[in-house]
């Protein structure tokens, strides 16, 4: 299994891979969205032999300014429970760090996204529409939220 960046050629086994890991359209077209808006900065694919198994997007806030959103994660169904997702958020964190974002706010199960250093409390100084209980923050350079504060400001697309 090799992790790259999403292509264009990509797109439509994306798309597909999507809907199906999350059964049904919603979250596909919230990435194909995000792509066409611009707001999309970090896309990439689990390629397995040219089989599309799993996908990561990483898409800029509104607010606070240069930090990010993660979602959505999918991989296929038959590939669950094998670390491909697992492998794609590393990755796609590593990608975030290179390329000097500050922080990515992920909503989500803590103790899944807490493995990778996900936190609550990283996020409770921030408002949003979505519930607190599953709302944490990641530091991608110390001390990028510190101080910070105000309401969480998604993309359009996600509205």
């Known amino acids: 299994m090799l992790i790259r960046e999403e292509m264009p050629a990509d797109r439509l086994a994306v798309h597909d891979l999507v809907a199906r890991a999350f059964g049904g359209h919603d979250e596909a077209r919230l990435a194909d969205a995000l792509r066409t808006a611009g707001d999309a900065v970090i896309s990439m694919v689990a390629d397995d032999g040219g089989s599309i198994i799993g996908h990561v997007m990483l898409s800029k806030l509104v607010e606070p ?63 949003s529409p979505y519930p607190p209980a599953y709302m944490m923050a990641l530091e991608l350079r110390p001390g990028a939220l510190s101080g910070k504060t105000g309401a969480l400001v998604y993309p359009s697309a996600f509205g």
Do not use: K, N
Not at 111 to 119: E, L, M, N, V
């Open 65 to 127: 300014g240069g930090m990010l959103a993660l979602a959505p994660v999918s991989v296929d169904p038959a590939r669950q429970g094998m670390s491909v997702g697992s492998a794609l958020i590393e990755a796609a964190l590593a990608q975030a760090r290179e390329d000097d974002w500050g922080a990515v706010f992920v909503l989500g199960e803590p103790d899944y996204y807490g493995r990778f250093g996900f936190a609550l409390e990283a996020a409770e100084p921030f408002s």
